[in-house]
């Protein structure tokens, strides 16, 4: 598998990179600053150089409910204000964001990050199922179903509205 050179990676792949070594070092932590993800990334120097863009992209371009602004990436996702994780495909996102982004490709990151891919695919699936489970409102879906289990919708209805005028 060819690596493309360092310098050529892409700033938004970088922010992930940085985004889930953050996640994997700090597995207690659900989210992290764009400031914190800047300086993951400043430690890591996956490119030998600082990069001004990584910030605006962990701010801006790689947040999936925000609006797209050029960037269409869905690799963050904020949880609260000030705060990013990465991007689950159970979160909800811009429209506009559809056809963006979520990882970085294999071939497109330096080999020794590319255990990253396979961790973020168990992780996301784990936390997926997490956060159905402890989310008080996912947890009531079916939960009336038995309601009309006996009798159709329209039936029910008809049955209330008897004696209107």
């Not at 922010?15 to 800047?38: M, Q």
């Not at 080999?111 to 009531?140: C, F, I, M, T, V």
Request: aromatic share 10%.
């Amino acid at each position: 598998m060819a690596v493309k050179a360092m310098s050529r990676l892409k700033v938004a792949d970088e922010v992930w990179i940085a985004t889930a070594l953050l996640h994997r070092e700090n597995p207690d932590r659900s989210d992290f600053s764009p400031k914190e993800i800047e300086a993951r990334a400043g430690k890591e120097a996956i490119v030998n150089e600082r990069r001004p863009g990584v910030y605006v992209h962990a701010v801006l371009h790689c947040v999936a409910n925000r609006p797209p602004n050029p960037g269409a990436y869905r690799m963050l996702y904020e949880t609260r204000p000030g705060y990013r994780r990465l991007f689950r495909k159970s979160d909800p996102y811009d429209p506009r964001r559809a056809s963006g982004k979520i990882t970085p490709e294999a071939d497109e990151i330096p080999l020794r990050y590319a255990d990253l891919l396979s961790w973020y695919r168990g992780w996301s699936e784990s936390q997926s199922h997490q956060a159905g489970k402890s989310d008080p409102l996912l947890a009531l879906y079916g939960s009336g179903k038995k309601l009309w289990a006996d009798e159709h919708a329209d039936a029910y209805v008809s049955r209330l509205r008897e004696g209107w005028e």
